[in-house]
């Protein structure tokens, strides 16, 4: 694959599946990507996004939209998601995943894997969920994650809970396929990637060290279903708590993190 110098010669746009990096926000990539671009094409109003953002500490496809494929970043990111997810028990943490640290302990001796295979079913087909406090979502104009961090650097984090169910509305969403794809205890966190390039800003907490049982789960899913607060509801269920370990969007729509390219394959085809 190349692409000519003139964006002319893509009328309707390029779209790219790029496995996102571990540690990098999706703004990082549009934004390392974008300048390549730019360069590439030699026009500086040259349009670039990303079709359906991902956590920092996920990785995998995130669809990217050079010039007019851009008006079609909506209708991509409509599609259904596909995703593997690492959800340790006996913990939670404000983010409900690594990127603050444990905020509270719960029983796990009780999981197994025959009680999160048996817990799976309770949460296919459409239903509704509390979006988590650290997240892009907006109501009435206000960031969920820009009221979290303000309680959490005023020393309120045990303020998060309440204000979540307060401040967010709930999701409408579907889940269609769950498989549990493994269970026993925890691991590592990936290394960090490049650590050059990703962001500063993101803390890695470290929960491999607590004996926490983990489950792989494969997850089908609908537009706007966070797979932390799928962690946080899932534990709930078990009579414990949970937190996402680590994630994988192993598909959106028709693209598979097989068919994506790195971020230095993108920049060398530019």
Not at 42 to 66: E, F, Q, R, S
Not at 83 to 91: K, L, M, S, T
Request: hydrophobic share 40%; glycine share 8%; with cysteine.
């Amino acid at each position: 694959m190349s692409f000519t110098h003139d964006i002319a010669d893509y009328p309707e746009g390029i779209v790219l599946a790029v496995d996102k990096p571990y540690r990098w926000t999706s703004a990082d990539v549009i934004r390392k990507i974008k300048f390549a671009a730019i360069r590439h094409f030699g026009k500086k109003n040259l349009k670039v996004g990303h079709a359906g953002t991902l956590d920092p500490l996920a990785t995998g496809v995130l669809l990217l939209c050079i010039g007019n494929a851009c008006k079609r970043a909506q209708e991509l990111q409509d599609h259904d998601k596909e995703y593997i997810a690492r959800i340790r028990f006996g913990a939670t943490t404000p983010s409900y995943d690594l990127e603050k640290e444990v905020d509270r302990r719960f029983p796990f001796e009780h999981i197994t894997a025959d009680a999160v295979r048996d817990a799976l079913p309770a949460f296919l087909g459409e239903q509704e969920q509390v979006a988590p406090l650290f997240s892009a979502k907006s109501v009435d104009g206000v960031r969920a994650y820009e009221l979290a961090r303000k309680l959490y650097r005023s020393g309120r984090a045990d303020e998060l809970d309440a204000a979540a169910l307060e401040t967010l509305h709930r999701n409408k969403i579907r889940i269609s396929e769950l498989e549990l794809l493994s269970f026993g205890a925890s691991s590592l966190p990936p290394a960090l990637q490049d650590a050059g390039n990703a962001s500063s800003r993101i803390h890695v907490a470290d929960t491999s060290g607590m004996g926490l049982p983990e489950a792989e789960i494969r997850i089908t899913c609908s537009k706007g279903t966070y797979i932390r607060a799928f962690a946080r509801d899932l534990g709930e269920a078990l009579g414990s708590g949970a937190h996402l370990g680590g994630l994988i969007r192993s598909r959106s729509g028709d693209f598979t993190v097989g068919q994506a390219l790195s971020v230095e394959e993108v920049l060398a085809l530019l």
